[in-house]
């Protein structure tokens, strides 16, 4: 996300939304979601200035993404511990 991206992004539960450029192309179009939390970031969400997800914390992210799928063979034996 670069900072022309933040000011048209809102934040949702799970996800960010970033909105088109150009909205007033596309005025038929609610951009109001039902599990959005704010109009607007003030903190932009850069992978490269964020922590890294530890090998600790792999097995409950992977859990709480509510998946039926067994995980990639390659994150199995760090899920094994």
Not at 7 to 29: C, H, M, Q, W
Not at 50 to 71: A, Q, R
Request: with cysteine; net charge negative; hydrophobic share 30%.
């Amino acid at each position: 996300m670069n900072d022309e991206e933040t000011r048209r992004t809102v934040e949702l539960e799970k996800y960010f939304s970033i909105l088109p450029a150009f909205k007033g192309f596309y005025n038929d179009i609610n951009y109001r979601y039902p599990d959005q939390l704010s109009e607007s970031i003030t903190k932009p969400y850069i992978s490269n200035s964020e922590d890294c997800l530890g090998h600790s914390k792999l097995p409950t992210f992977w859990h709480s993404l509510d998946c039926s799928e067994s995980p990639p063979v390659q994150y199995i034996k760090i899920l094994a511990g």
